[in-house]
């Protein structure tokens, strides 16, 4: 998955949720942890910031530095939230997302091979294949590459504009 994706899919969602974000440089600041999992491609220790065995406690720290700095625990929920959608968006996109490395080293992923047929069978569409299969493969250690920018990067910065703008165009519910 893309650097876009992973940053501006889960800002879109979060200001959808919660406009005010846009107006916390703080919280928006929080975005940024959606890339830190991919920060064992740069230290060459792939798998082991999608581990659980380090985000836990990585949150937990969090969680405790925002208690004892702030007496609050905005920012630590939102920066734990950024992390998990780093790991949902990989596992989407086929994966290898290591949760249990390095005690497990494989990872895993979602692949969606059903293909939509047309006049075929008694219907005039049917599906063969499975929607969605769980795959395990082995943890890449040679991977140092990370992809910049690809289509569902551009749409998701359009996206993140579109509910941004929207949303303080419409500062209350336009539909109301």
């Given amino acids: 998955m893309d650097f876009l994706t992973h940053v501006c899919l889960p800002?879109?969602?979060?200001?959808?949720?919660?406009?005010?974000?846009?107006?916390?440089?703080?919280k928006l600041a929080m975005g940024a942890f959606t890339l830190f999992p991919d920060v064992d491609k740069l230290v060459g220790t792939e798998g082991l910031f999608q581990s659980l065995l380090v985000l836990v406690p990585l949150s937990l720290a969090l969680f405790g530095i925002e208690h004892v700095v702030r007496g609050t625990r905005v920012l630590a929920t939102l920066a734990t939230a950024f992390l998990a959608s780093h790991l949902v968006l990989d596992l989407l996109d086929g994966g290898p997302v290591t949760l249990l490395y390095p005690v497990v080293e494989s990872g895993v992923?979602?692949?969606?091979?059903?293909?939509?047929?047309?006049?075929?069978?008694?219907?005039?569409?049917?599906?063969?294949?499975p929607i969605v299969?769980?795959?395990?493969?082995?943890?890449?250690?040679?991977?140092?590459?990370?992809?910049?920018?690809?289509?569902?990067?551009?749409?998701s910065v359009l996206l993140l504009v579109t509910v941004a703008v929207g949303r303080s165009y419409f500062e209350e519910d336009p539909c109301a």
């Fill in 109 to 129: 992923g979602l692949r969606f091979p059903a293909v939509l047929t047309f006049g075929d069978g008694l219907l005039p569409v049917s599906i063969h294949g």
């Fill in 11 to 26: 800002l879109a969602a979060t200001v959808a949720i919660a406009p005010s974000v846009l107006r916390s440089p703080p």
């Fill in 133 to 155: 299969a769980l795959e395990a493969t082995p943890v890449p250690t040679d991977q140092r590459e990370y992809t910049f920018i690809d289509g569902i990067g551009v749409a």
